[in-house]
């Protein structure tokens, strides 16, 4: 009999809704019993239907619809005051209490915001926080929230970790079509309103999406529609070429009138179409570069198309030279993204968007934030992180994301004098933009949990939420996933919390010291390979001897990338004293004898730390089986066999990078422990 994903718990993800634990379910027992939704346009049955799932499965009881806003106990109405709640995709809910009854309201000028306001009451409601008094107005930061899924018409994924594309199967759309509707509630409870389907790689099949298969987009934007979230295509900009034209380059005449006419005949077919995703001129990807044209010629040409729909171009940073020569020590992959896009500033159209990895090389354990951050002050970008875990495990590995993230948010690039982070820059507060926000390389497949690794639902909800709001705090999300997902068991609670949080430092630790990242397997990008990229053509090497490691990118002597900082954070890391020693290695060449603030010497951080990996990945194991009996057997079984394939390839990552090193140096462990000659 053929499995169907939905029988299993972990396919609920968050939006489980189990009966609330006796304390919370007896203080709402009897409340909420009717729901009146009014002028929630196109959303509305979207709205009934989660307050009808959400009321039932934690109380036990279905509400009714009633017409009557004065009569009902849960009101969910529009237009609300836009000054008053904030904008289209903002609310208010106020809960008024009165002879021991409450009363809820939800309003929105805008029927998104009526809808994120009816998963923030249910969210509210697990949380115990509901109570007369109640109120909150809030709204998103970001105007852009949006997903890139790497997805191939075939159903393969690139860099997909979870099973296979829940959208595509051989060239057409997959029959469980209920499963895309499962994924757009998902999404629509974290406040995420723009997908891009299919992989920036642009196949010569998925270029039929703007052609021959648009019918396959419009079915799809039609069920994300439902949510309030917009479908974006990614698009190979090579496309003319591929249906006639004898050229692709972005000022030629009849190549502009080419991808104006294919804009409108989409837009025709799929009115609310987000816009174009583009990957130019980068690891052999075909761009303007190949016409001696510009990346503002580019995007500016594919941004007049869309314009007259209201589309915005989403145009990828990603560019580098992909064909190196790992002898030439002054060509920095790190220096790329800045030195092609910064001189260019102020010269994009209104509606072309920048989208910047987290860091300048890509999406390593550790990096430092990409210096484009504070360094344009004039044009449109967005964050991009990866919630796929290609370099941090591979969803085969527990690593939450979220305190990574925090950091990359948090920092202070000093665009603007102190406090210009790059949380204010990407929600418009420090340059002003006509676009703005984060966008997250998608972690779903087709396997019954969504992720592959159950606990790798926290980065998605995670990453939502602070594509919501940059500025809540790690705790607060990592409570949040915790309870919905789990309940309010207090020792589950604060197990799953710690291992949480403690599980990206464990990673690093077994895995890559000091920011200097790679040392992996080409290719696939799993286990460990100490001079898997170190002879390669991308450009991404340790430069690893008997004496040293790391790559001088201080401006004295190394590549000069530490000066495309602003001062404050170029000073602070030209310097090997003021450098912070989680990216040591990535701006300095440093001696293995080095002694670091800990009063250890590098050689013997690398050995510590490794080991100190294994061990943290065992007591996580141990942590996670003391909660055997209050977790669903399904789901402590699935993650503990995680957890013991974690530990037997943390065992080797620490055998291979010391044995690595030790072969180098010759420099024995000052406790003593084995290391393999």
């Known amino acids: 009999m053929a499995f169907h994903p939905r029988k299993t718990r972990d396919y609920g993800c968050w939006l489980n809704y189990e009966r609330l634990p006796k304390g919370l379910w007896q203080r709402y027992s009897g409340q909420f019993s009717t729901v009146s939704v009014r002028n929630a346009g196109g959303l509305a049955p979207a709205i009934e239907e989660e307050l009808k799932r959400g009321l039932e499965g934690l109380l036990g009881q279905s509400p009714r619809l009633v017409e009557d806003l004065e009569a009902a106990a849960v009101t ?13 995709e903002s609310f208010r809910l106020r809960v008024q209490e009165d002879q021991g009854q409450l009363k809820v309201s939800i309003t929105s000028a805008g029927e998104r915001g009526l809808l994120y306001g009816t998963f923030a009451f249910l969210r509210a409601l ?8 109640f109120e909150s107005a809030d709204g998103p930061r970001t105007p852009l929230r949006l997903l890139n899924h790497w997805d191939n018409l075939d159903g393969s994924i690139e860099r997909g970790y979870a099973g296979r594309s829940i959208f595509f199967q051989d060239n057409r759309l997959v029959e469980d079509l209920d499963r895309v509707r499962d994924y757009a509630r998902l999404l629509a409870s974290i406040g995420i309103n723009g997908v891009v389907v299919n992989n920036v790689n642009v196949s010569r099949e998925a270029t039929e999406l703007i052609g021959s298969k648009v019918g396959m987009v419009k079915t799809l934007a039609a069920i994300f529609r439902v949510y309030g ?7 190979n900009f090579a496309s003319p070429l591929e249906f006639g034209l004898d050229t692709a380059d972005p000022v030629n005449s009849q190549v502009q009138n080419w991808w104006k006419e294919r804009a409108a005949k989409l837009y025709a077919e799929i009115p609310d179409l987000g816009g174009f995703l583009v990957k130019a001129d980068s690891e052999h990807r075909p761009g303007p ?8 010629e580019g995007a500016n040409m594919l941004a007049e198309a869309l314009k007259p729909f209201g589309g915005v171009v989403i145009w990828r940073c990603f560019v580098y030279n992909c064909q190196q020569d790992w002898r030439d020590t002054k060509t920095d992959r790190a220096r790329a993204a800045y030195d092609h896009f910064q001189p260019l500033d102020g010269r994009f159209a209104d509606n072309a968007v920048l989208q910047i990895k987290n860091g300048p090389v890509d999406f390593q354990v550790r990096e430092p934030v990409s210096p484009l951050f504070g360094g344009l002050e004039r044009t449109n970008q967005i964050l991009e992180l990866q919630i796929t875990q290609e370099y941090t495990g591979q969803q085969r590995h527990l690593c939450y994301l979220v305190p990574m993230w925090k950091e990359v948010l948090d920092f202070d690039t000093y665009a603007r004098g102190p406090g210009s982070t790059v949380a204010r820059i990407v929600t418009g507060s420090v340059f002003p933009m006509h676009w703005s926000g984060i966008a997250g390389v998608a972690n779903v497949g087709s396997d019954p949990n ?12 995670g990453y939502g939420r602070l594509a919501w709001d940059p500025g809540l705090p790690t705790e607060q999300i990592t ?7 789990f309940g309010h068991e207090p020792a589950v609670v604060q197990t799953v919390e710690d291992l949480l949080l403690g599980s990206w430092e464990t990673y690093e630790n077994y895995t890559v010291p000091l ?6 397997n080409p290719g696939h990008h799993f286990g460990p390979s100490p001079e898997g990229y170190e002879f390669s053509r991308w450009g991404t090497y340790h430069r690893a001897d008997c004496t040293a490691i790391g790559v001088d990118r201080s401006v004295k002597r190394g590549t000069g990338y530490a000066g495309q900082y602003r001062p404050e954070n170029a000073r602070l890391y030209e310097s090997v004293q003021t450098c912070p020693e989680e990216l040591l290695l990535f701006f300095h060449r440093i001696p293995y004898t080095h002694v670091l603030k800990s009063g250890k010497t590098l050689i013997q951080h690398i050995y510590d730390t490794h080991f100190e ?3 943290q990945v065992e007591q996580m194991i141990e942590k996670w089986k003391q909660i055997e009996e209050k977790v669903d057997p399904e789901t402590f079984a699935h993650v503990l066999q995680r957890l013991e394939e974690q530990l037997e390839h943390a065992r080797e990552w620490c055998d291979v990078i010391n044995t690595y090193f030790y072969r180098f140096t010759h420099i024995p462990d000052a406790q003593g422990r084995k290391i393999y000659p």
């Open 76 to 88: 969910v109405c529009a237009p609300g005051d836009e000054a008053d709640t904030g904008g289209e």
């Open 126 to 133: 697990q949380l115990g926080q509901i109570a007369g008094g």
């Open 229 to 235: 979230i917009r479908l974006f295509l990614s698009i």
């Open 289 to 296: 570069f190949t016409y001696g044209r510009t990346h503002v």
């Open 450 to 461: 969504w992720t592959g690794h159950t606990l790798a639902q926290a980065n998605l909800y």
């Open 479 to 485: 409570r949040e996933w915790v309870v919905l997902t």
């Open 515 to 520: 920011g200097i990242g790679w040392m992996c």
């Open 613 to 615: 990996g294994v061990e």
